[in-house]
Antibody, heavy 122, light 107 residues
Framework: EVQLVESGGGLVQPGGSLRLSCAASGFTFSSYSMNWVRQAPGKGLEWVSYISSSSSTIYYADSVKGRFTISRDNAKNSLYLQMNSLRDEDTAVYYC???????????????WGQGTMVTVSS | EIVLTQSPDFQSVTPKEKVTITCRASQSIGSSLHWYQQKPDQSPKLLIKYASQSISGVPSRFSGSGSGTDFTLTINSLEAEDAAAYYCHQSSSLPQTFGQGTKVEIK
């Protein structure tokens, strides 16, 4: 079964750090670009970051640029999001999502994880 | 940044009724427009990609159309299980963006 499972969320104080992980299974992880998408409580979806299959291309939303770092370990079938200098407005469910076509840079997000909640509060 | 504007924000619909949700892009995105369904406390699910391409396993009552700046998601003969939020998403240019969502409620 093709699956993405996020972990690492939790409660953190403003200015703190957190590292999210996304474990992939059931497909050749190293062939697919990946994204992080977040959803604040009761709000819509916001794209956060993109990483290509080989990690050669990385993009960030302006709202997280300079604070968040996306990375992946193809040997471990894992995607990561290192979040530093966290703010109240970063409070959200964070989803990892697969780009739907292998080796494609952009496509629909065909597989989503169940999400992990990040709460930034003092 | 390409802004996607969905309408309506909310729709209350009777079962078996037809539902139409529109998504307008602030500039042309060709056919790089995708639709997702998100039920309460679930992650989004891909319904339609590239404006009109169907997805395996998605019921045939869901269809999409449009190109350029104007797109439509149609649900023919709405069923109770279709109660959800629906989002459009463009992958034409960075940053990738989503519409604000349309909540469909069953009367």
């Amino acid at each position: 079964e093709v699956q993405l499972v996020e972990s690492g969320g939790g409660l953190v104080q403003p200015g703190g750090s957190l590292r999210l992980s996304c474990a992939a299974s059931g497909f050749t992880f190293s062939s697919y670009s990946m994204n992080w998408v977040r959803q604040a409580p009761g709000k819509g979806l916001e794209w956060v970051s993109y990483i290509s299959s080989s990690s050669s291309t990385i993009y960030y939303a302006d709202s997280v640029k300079g604070r968040f770092t996306i990375s992946r370990d193809n040997a471990k079938n894992s995607l990561y999001l290192q979040m530093n200098s966290l703010r109240d407005e970063d409070t959200a469910v964070y989803y990892c999502a697969r780009v739907g076509i292998a080796v494609a840079a952009a496509d629909a997000f065909d597989i989503w994880g169940q999400g992990t909640m990040v709460t930034v509060s003092s | 940044e390409i802004v996607l504007t969905q309408s309506p924000d909310f729709q209350s619909v009777t079962p078996k009724e037809k539902v139409t949700i529109t998504c307008r892009a602030s500039q042309s995105i060709g056919s790089s427009l995708h639709w997702y369904q998100q039920k309460p406390d679930q992650s989004p699910k891909l319904l339609i990609k590239y404006a009109s391409q169907s997805i395996s396993g998605v019921p045939s009552r869901f269809s999409g159309s449009g190109s350029g700046t104007d797109f439509t998601l149609t649900i023919n003969s709405l069923e109770a299980e279709d109660a959800a939020a629906y989002y459009c998403h463009q992958s034409s240019s960075l940053p990738q963006t989503f519409g604000q969502g349309t909540k469909v409620e069953i009367k």
